[in-house]
């Protein structure tokens, strides 16, 4: 216990390291960051084009977001798992929830299994579960330590993910590179050589070369904006993903263990809703509903 906060200096009454506010600040950035932690794999695989600025090391660089991100997740792991320790809980992140009744009070090796699986989704619950016990840590001789190294990771997570809208990809220029624009932009000035190209032209080039083209669901998700699809990219995925499952969107191959879906017929589905046409013995089409 100390007099005063460890780490703003505030008056402190009962038994604590770090004061209420401080606790609660944590709260908030762990809470943000609880909804922002799943962007952070499609940053690092490079299917997001990260904002300009040091902490991201410019627009297609993410050897140094990579750093910071691995950094931050850790963080967030270690002390969590300090946590679950310091209150006889087991850390599990990868499993999935056992079912099955849980006695209140008993000595059943099942029923201690089922309470250790406590959390089953990974980084987003360990966010949510440190955000409901910073009172807790703060309580904890190594609270006034893992308080701002906790938010110091949540700030580091906000700044890869939730970071300004670069553009969307219209198309390809003559010079070879990559057309960025801004939503709702009519032209877009190659950043190469200076050409200006007309927006929807590009688009319409672009998705003639992409049609015939295999895409894992990540990478059209990331090419369904300029194409008018609602929603954000993990959206996007997600719906593409559970579409394929339900045999929607067929899989034309696999890379890397990763399905394999043609962007044409993707993008049409995606733009219909999820229904598409077949046609039945007569000849004639019917809807094919999701």
């Known amino acids: 216990m100390a007099d005063s906060c460890l780490i703003c200096d505030r008056a ?20 943000r960051a609880a909804g922002l932690v799943t962007e952070v794999e499609v940053t690092l695989s490079g299917q997001a084009v990260t904002g300009s600025g040091a902490s991201s090391g410019g627009q ?12 931050a997740l850790i963080q967030l792991g270690t002390w969590a798992w300090i946590l679950a320790r310091s209150q ?6 990868h499993q999935g929830l056992m079912r099955g009744p849980v006695c209140p009070r008993c000595a059943h090796t099942s029923c201690d299994a089922i309470r250790d699986l406590w959390r089953p989704e990974w980084m987003p619950s360990v966010c949510r579960y440190l955000a409901a016990n910073t009172h807790a840590i703060a309580l904890q001789p190594w609270g006034h330590e893992a308080l701002p190294k906790l938010q110091e990771a949540c700030r580091t997570i906000e700044r890869i993910v939730d970071r300004p809208d670069p553009g969307v990809l219209v198309g390809l220029c003559a010079c070879g590179k990559a057309l960025y624009g801004l939503s709702g932009a009519a032209w877009v000035t190659c950043r190469e050589c200076g050409q200006a190209w007309d927006v929807q032209t590009g688009r319409d080039a672009l998705r003639a070369r992409l049609d015939a083209m295999l895409m894992t669901p990540a990478e059209i998700a990331s090419l369904a904006g300029p194409f008018g699809i609602a929603g954000s ?21 696999i890379r890397n263990g990763d399905p394999l879906l043609q962007v044409g017929e993707t993008l049409t589905t995606l733009a219909r809703g999820g229904v598409t046409v077949d046609a039945d013995l007569t000849g004639s089409a019917r809807p094919k509903a999701a």
């Open 12 to 31: 402190l009454s009962g038994e604590a390291y770090a004061c209420q506010v401080c606790a609660g600040q944590a709260t908030t950035w762990l809470t």
């Open 60 to 71: 297609g660089d993410l050897t140094q977001v990579t750093r910071l991100a691995n950094a």
């Open 88 to 93: 006889g809980r087991k850390l599990v992140l």
């Open 233 to 253: 990219r993990e959206q996007i995925r997600k719906r593409i993903h559970r579409w394929k499952e339900r045999g929607i969107i067929a899989i034309r191959g």
